[in-house]
């Protein structure tokens, strides 16, 4: 079964750095897309990006543009989100999600979510 | 690209049906036909319960039904049961570098 296991929680103070990684399996993942959403505390679900599994091609929301770097290592079957320069609006559940096929907008199987607290 | 506008919050009692509206413009919900929606339980992650504006993947009941009328979708939960109560966020593909654009999300509850 499709499955997308996260990372555990951090806590970051700001301005520093994350990482959170996405493993995936019982799927082939090299023709599937990986995209990130966030949802802060009480609110709504927020697109940050994705990786298109066709060419590796990254693309980011305007919001995030330059701050966030979304990769993935195929061997390895795991999705990277990395985001910079912490803030405390950054505090949020990170979850990855697979598309359903590759540029697809709907987004079918999730990852169990990342809590992310930048906090002084 | 502004977020799409739901009602905060909806309710029907067990068996009735209940519709939650999701709004957008002629440049994301009225100019493709990729609506979604989610159904998000406390602590869980979202679910997806339609995509491409009506479609439903496998095991999600034909109780949820979706439409799309003008910048409008619509999502319609009939024969309300209990485990229906949770957050329900609509998305739509924005083009663009605001790829998918979600809702503020309808708190559904279950009289």
């Known amino acids: 079964q499709v499955q997308l296991v996260q990372s555990g929680a951090e806590v970051k103070k700001p301005g520093a750095s994350v990482k959170v990684s996405c493993k995936a399996s019982g799927y082939t993942f090299r023709t599937y897309a990986i995209h990130w959403v966030r949802q802060a505390p009480g609110q709504s679900l927020e697109w940050m990006g994705w990786n298109n599994a066709d060419n590796n091609y990254s693309k980011y929301s305007q919001k995030f543009q330059g701050r966030l770097t979304i990769t993935r290592d195929t061997p390895a079957t795991t999705a990277y989100m990395e985001l910079s320069s912490l803030r405390s609006e950054d505090t949020a559940v990170y979850y990855c999600?697979?598309?359903?096929?590759?540029?697809?907008?709907?987004?079918?199987?999730w990852g169990q979510g990342t809590l992310v607290t930048v906090s002084s | 690209q502004s977020a799409l506008t739901q009602p905060p919050s909806a309710s029907g009692s067990p068996g009735q049906s209940v519709t939650i509206s999701c709004t957008g413009t002629?440049?994301?919900?009225?100019?493709?036909?990729?609506v979604s929606w989610y159904q998000q339980h406390p602590g869980k992650a979202p679910k997806l319960i339609i995509y491409e504006v009506d479609r439903r993947p496998s095991g999600v009941p034909d109780r949820l039904s979706a439409s799309v009328s003008g910048n409008t979708a619509s999502l319609t939960v009939s024969g309300l049961q209990p485990d229906d109560a949770a957050d329900y966020y609509c998305s739509s593909y924005a083009g663009g570098n605001n790829y998918v654009i979600f809702g503020g999300g309808t708190k559904l509850t279950v009289l």
């Open positions: 002629s440049s994301d919900v009225g100019a493709y036909n990729y």
């Open positions: 999600a697979r598309g359903r096929y590759d540029d697809s907008t709907s987004f079918d199987f």
